[in-house]
């Protein structure tokens, strides 16, 4: 499985205590169907229960030029008063001080979005040559000259929770992963390798 996040972000610079909420809320939705496009373009199912999304603002000071992001609550946004309350707290958090006379502004609403993709097994069965019994070990010449029996075994034919002792190489597509002496490597149900 493989879990995947997007960061979109829109501009919107504005005093804080101009603005109007419709305006955030509608540059949020505007985000959120840019990310269901998104979605719906990647070449593999997007199961729709793990999609989250989340809600934040970069707001700052007048005149500054580098701004705070703030995630904000889950569910109905928050009034002008409470972002602003939300933002002052954190840079006295960041920064130890407080500008009370300052104007707050806002510079970007972001969304972030975070699925998962793959609840199948990385590769399907027979994507890789299956070898023949005397293919399955391979001598190698270690640094100290001696010469050390390692089994080879190909990714897509182990089965979750198979423990594979060191030495030994195991093939991927496009790689070999090596198995030390002391070493196991173990599939789990997605099909990533443990090595301990």
């Given at each position: 499985?493989?879990e995947v996040?997007y960061?979109?972000?829109q501009?919107?610079?504005?005093?804080?205590?101009?603005?109007?909420?419709?305006?955030?809320?509608?540059?949020f939705q505007?985000l959120?169907r840019?990310?269901?496009?998104?979605?719906?373009?990647?070449a593999?199912?997007v199961?729709p229960e793990?999609v989250?999304?989340?809600r934040?603002?970069?707001?700052?000071?007048e005149g500054?030029l580098?701004?705070l992001g703030?995630?904000?609550r889950q569910?109905?946004l928050p009034s002008r008063?409470?972002?602003?309350?939300?933002?002052?707290?954190a840079y006295h958090?960041?920064y130890?001080?407080?500008?009370p006379?300052?104007?707050?502004?806002l510079v970007?609403?972001r969304?972030g979005?975070?699925?998962?993709?793959?609840?199948?097994e990385?590769?399907?069965?027979?994507a890789?040559k299956?070898r023949t019994?005397?293919?399955?070990?391979?001598v190698?010449v270690?640094a100290?000259?001696?010469?050390v029996?390692?089994r080879?075994?190909a990714?897509?034919e182990?089965?979750?929770g198979?423990e594979?002792?060191?030495?030994a190489l195991?093939?991927?597509?496009?790689?070999?992963i090596r198995v030390?002496a002391?070493?196991?490597?173990?599939?789990?149900?997605?099909?990533?390798?443990i090595i301990?």
């Amino acid at each position: 499985m493989c879990e995947v996040r997007y960061d979109l972000v829109q501009s919107l610079l504005q005093k804080l205590g101009a603005l109007e909420p419709e305006d955030v809320q509608e540059a949020f939705q505007k985000l959120e169907r840019r990310a269901q496009n998104l979605l719906a373009d990647e070449a593999v199912p997007v199961d729709p229960e793990s999609v989250g999304y989340f809600r934040h603002l970069d707001l700052r000071h007048e005149g500054q030029l580098h701004e705070l992001g703030i995630a904000l609550r889950q569910g109905k946004l928050p009034s002008r008063e409470e972002i602003e309350e939300d933002f002052r707290s954190a840079y006295h958090d960041s920064y130890g001080y407080r500008l009370p006379g300052s104007a707050v502004e806002l510079v970007n609403v972001r969304l972030g979005v975070v699925f998962r993709l793959w609840e199948h097994e990385f590769f399907p069965a027979g994507a890789q040559k299956i070898r023949t019994p005397d293919e399955r070990e391979r001598v190698i010449v270690e640094a100290d000259g001696s010469e050390v029996l390692w089994r080879v075994l190909a990714r897509h034919e182990l089965e979750p929770g198979e423990e594979v002792r060191g030495p030994a190489l195991i093939e991927d597509l496009g790689s070999v992963i090596r198995v030390l002496a002391g070493q196991a490597a173990q599939r789990d149900d997605e099909g990533v390798l443990i090595i301990e």
